[in-house]
């Protein structure tokens, strides 16, 4: 069955980085884009990072932009989520999780992505 694992979530200082990975199973990585999200307790979901089916197109929410890359290694079926500089207002629970439609890309919302992963927790202190 499809499988997304997100790990890598942690406690660092404000200004310090954490690299989430997500690694997938049971579908053909290579033909799906790939959207990191978060939520904060009391917040919606938010897309904040997706990437194309090989890497060549990427979006950014405007609040991690310069801060977070994404990137993705088909070979190893994982996705990465480096974060730097990160602040107190990151502190969320962070999925992974693929696009509904093979090849499609273009927009970065949880309504076009599914099999949601259990999440990894990332805790900035100030």
């Not at 404000?14 to 990585?29: E, K, P, Q, V, Y």
């Not at 107190?88 to 992963?117: L, M, Q």
């Amino acid at each position: 069955q499809v499988q997304l694992v997100e790990s890598g979530g942690g406690l660092v200082q404000a200004g310090g980085s954490l690299r989430l990975s997500c690694t997938a199973s049971g579908f053909t990585l290579h033909k799906y884009a790939v959207g990191w999200f978060r939520q904060a307790p009391g917040k919606e979901r938010e897309g904040i990072s997706c990437i194309s089916i090989r890497g060549e197109r990427t979006i950014y929410a405007d609040s991690v932009k310069g801060r977070f890359t994404i990137s993705r290694d088909n070979a190893e079926t994982t996705v990465y989520l480096q974060m730097n500089s990160l602040k107190y207002e990151d502190t969320a629970h962070y999925y992974c999780a693929k696009a509904r439609r093979p090849v499609v890309f273009g927009i970065c919302n949880s309504e076009a992505y599914e099999y949601w992963g259990q999440g990894t927790q990332v805790t900035v202190s100030s």
